[in-house]
């Protein structure tokens, strides 16, 4: 809508479908129609929204927000202005579609049941339905798909009760064509409505296929020729086709990939999955193209569930919405609405097998109405029923507006026409009740809003007005504009600080406001981050003003002169030396003796006891106070957390990353039991602190900013072109305040070139400054191979490295506290391809034929061995002939030890065979390798010795087992050396 606005005009490119955000690509009818009235809105502000997607340092104020989403400040509210006034304007679009919809519903009800009464309570089911007042009133589509989809059923039941009284009419004037001139104008009429919707909605493409099956309904009961139910279809199709054709055109032609795919895909590709964000049209658009475009295969994090948790999901996301893990009347309220639907449906059924019914009409006619009806309301399901059958997901399939937007006004009608059908007046007088209870179901909702919803962030990127302005930099990036302080009915100091941030703050920061007395003894102190944890300073943008409160208690302190101080502290591991050498003096007070006494312990939130029910937060400040206490701490799941600030009255606990969500106890001495459950946090942001099973250990700090603690690689074996399956686990050493990206690259062993890699950021967008010191973040991806990779042995070269400016700024590895010159660590070997040539033999002819065989599988056969006589030399050389019988798990040494008649190694060589330039871990099944080792010789050897061989893991020291030794080491007999 901003962008149709602002620019006046549909993106044209998919650059611009980038800029104009989340829908960009869909049908845009109701951007078009929002976009005008909000086009008069000048949009140049401040005030801005503050969207989710503009930057990724926006994560760090809450990672629960969806992508497209905004993060509500204390700008929007009113005076609304510049883009916040043109959102709600777009809002008030959606609402006045919505009030269209309660009224076409009213005609489509007073059509049908022939009372007015009964035409308002239909209306008003759908008006106090919760999930329809919230959807709604947001800026959607959602109301506008529902009144041409309602107008479009208003149409349907006009041709199908209408022609008929006509059809009764002119037949006794003997007339028998002028009824079919009045469908034909409302056949134009529907297929108008429905592209409507189609132009809105694209799932509204269901209609045009309603439209058929209803016409011959009607047909079969109005004794309609095929002709006449031909021309009918024929106009109602041809009228939708000319209503959507403009934009379909326009999509074809302005965003078609012909060029790549060929006419069939290229056309297909912008119609049916413009994007790759939805997994169902993806691989519909992969069966319809044979697998050109689109996708079919497995779906990620995909939220999967049977059919029967389908069935309850789509239940309860028609009726109502989710608030913060909340559901208005939980399941209560869902059963009572199920009664009721059950109620309604028997009614029918009552009815539709020929019970009395309420209507004055004939059977006849309200029994072709009621097919229409149910026709209207069920067909809407094939959609997400077909979606289901394709991916199983409950998140994207299971969605019950679906439905209620598309068939609001059937739904309510064949509700209070069911209930309507029960001769029991108390049963009927349901049809009134409905609607009331409907009424106390959405005020539930709305009262679980005003305090499940969080409030608005105290930010204002507008100009704000500052009680007690000082205008104070504390660095290059936050300034100080001002204070204001207050102390409320519970004798609690209130400082309101308003903070502008001048630059981008790499750090974050606690405020720390501490009260002095007249003796400079510190008798009160506050710390906190910014906005008490919900707006961190590494998340500001240039030119935002931050409101920040602290609340200091006064319980206790007696009358007299007292001095505010203001100092900031960097929230890091190694740094604990406040910002400013000299705290900053905001204000001296005369308080009065508190008239409060101090109760014996007491938490405390926004200057007020704290409410069981409404849990802390992640990096919110809890305070505690207390009459004497020798030592506080925080426990929960035999965890205990100590203050963050202890003083003589009073404790401040800070909830950190690592804190669980649960009940929390205090406890008051290391040896005295706890209390009762004191308080509850509530921590939204996932993290790992427990480190997981790692398959390959590595240990590699880089910059003391991360550290990659090892790797599980999938499959060491690729073909040009593919793929590589790895899984790095990173910890973060402490706070970053910067983004840094992985790089994974393949390099060439022979030639030290890259052939593919990627360069990302972890879990393709869990950035590096979102993580806390300590926390684990396990990191699975594929590191793609270029089609050009000649064969060969690689290695995984990874890193991380930030952007500064134009340059990419690798972080080094760090040893002993030194850097190093190397910004790398490598993973493998990898084979690409086939093996080289060179690494391996057709056959062996060993002049010391054998058949050993090594390893639990066996995995290797060692098929016999070279040895030239070594007397008179200075080394001994010896080749091994291995043939691979299975793949081994790891790459193997070679061991070759000379050994004396006790036993004692007096001459060794080790290493990898081949040198290292064939590990054992690529080495395929029948394979032959000739391993040639040298075995250096002292000069004091006696004459002979034995030669024993085997092969042995380097990490661990584990042998290669070898059957019948008990070592695990194979003699090669006796072999003399001088």
Known sequence: MNFIATHGRLPLTSHERARASYKSDQPPLFYLLAALPASQVDPTGPPFLKRVSDTPRRQLIER?????????????????????????VGRGVAILFGIGTLLVTFLIARLVLHDDGLALSAVGVVAFMPRFVLTGAMLNYETTVAFFAALFLWTLLKIGIRNQELGIRNQELGVSDSYFLLSTSYCLLLGFFAGLAILTKLSAIILPVEAVIALWLIKREQGWSWAQWGRAVSLTVLACLLTIS???????????????????????????????????????????????????????????????????????????????????LGWPGLIIALLICAVAVMGLYRYFVGQVSYLSRNRQDACSTLRLLLLHLTLPLALPLVRYAMTFSLADTAQGRHVLFSAAPAFAILLIWGIGNFPQSKIQNLKSIIPFYL???????????????????????????????????????????????????????????????????????????????????????WLSYAANGRYPTRAWDIGDTVQDTAWLPLMGLPAGHYTLKLNLRPVTLDYHEPLLKTPLTLTTLDLPESKIQKSEIQVWRNGV????????????????????????????????????????????????????????????????NSTAPMLKVLNRWPRQFVEPPIAHRMEANFANQVKLLGYDIGNKRAQAGGGIPLTLYWQGLDWLGYDYTIFAKPIAVNDQTAYGGRDRFPLEGYQTSYWAPGEIVTDPFGVPISPSAPAGIYQLHVGLYRQVGAQSVALPLVQHGQPLKVNSVTIGPIKIGTTPP?????????????????????????????????????????????????????????????????GQTIAQKDGPPLNGAYPTSLWEADEIIADTIIVPLPADLPTEYSLVVGMYDLATGARLVVAGSTDNSLSLGKVKVR
């Open 64 to 88: 629960t927000r969806h992508a497209w989403g905004i993060y509500n400040t204390a700008d929007e509210q009113w005076p609304y202005r510049a883009e916040i006034l043109r959102w709600q």
């Open 246 to 328: 403009w934009w379909f055109g326009f999509v074809i032609y302005q965003f078609n990939t012909i060029a790549q795919d060929g006419w069939w895909a290229g056309i297909l590709h912008p119609l049916i999955a413009a994007d790759t964000s939805d997994a169902t049209t993806n691989r519909l658009l992969s069966v319809l193209t044979s697998g050109q475009v689109g996708f079919s295969g497995a779906i990620e994090h995909l939220d999967a569930g049977p059919p029967w948790a389908w069935a309850m999901t789509f239940f309860r996301t028609f009726w109502v919405v989710g608030i913060e893990e909340h559901q208005p």
């Open 439 to 525: 009424i106390c179901w959405t005020l539930v909702q709305l009262w679980y809003m005003s305090w499940a919803y969080v409030p608005l962030l105290p930010v204002h990127t507008s100009e704000l007005l500052v009680p007690h302005q000082l205008t104070q930099p504390l660095n290059k990036n936050i300034t100080l504009l001002g204070y204001n302080t207050n102390i409320n009915k519970n004798s609690m100091l209130q400082v309101d600080l308003f903070w502008q941030a001048t630059g981008l703050s790499p750090l974050d920061y606690f405020s720390e406001v501490t009260l002095y007395n007249e003796a400079n003894k510190v008798v009160g102190q």
């Open 609 to 672: 006891p704290f409410d069981l029910a409404n849990p802390f937060n992640y990096r919110e400040t809890i305070l505690v106070t207390f009459a004497k206490i020798s030592a506080l701490s925080l426990q929960t799941y035999n965890r205990v957390f100590t203050p963050t600030q202890m003083m003589t009255q009073s404790a401040l606990f800070i909830v950190g990353a690592d804190w669980p969500t649960g009940d929390y106890r205090l406890q008051f001495t290391a040896t005295t």
């Open 838 to 902: 060179g690494l391996t033999v057709k056959q062996a002819q060993p002049h010391y034929p054998l058949k050993q065989s090594f390893g639990d599988a066996p995995n290797l056969r060692l098929l016999g061995y070279d040895l030239p006589d070594c007397q008179g030399t200075s080394h001994c050389q010896l080749t091994l002939y291995w043939q691979c019988l299975a793949q081994l798990p790891l790459d193997y040494n070679t061991f070759v030890h000379l050994r004396d008649g006790n």
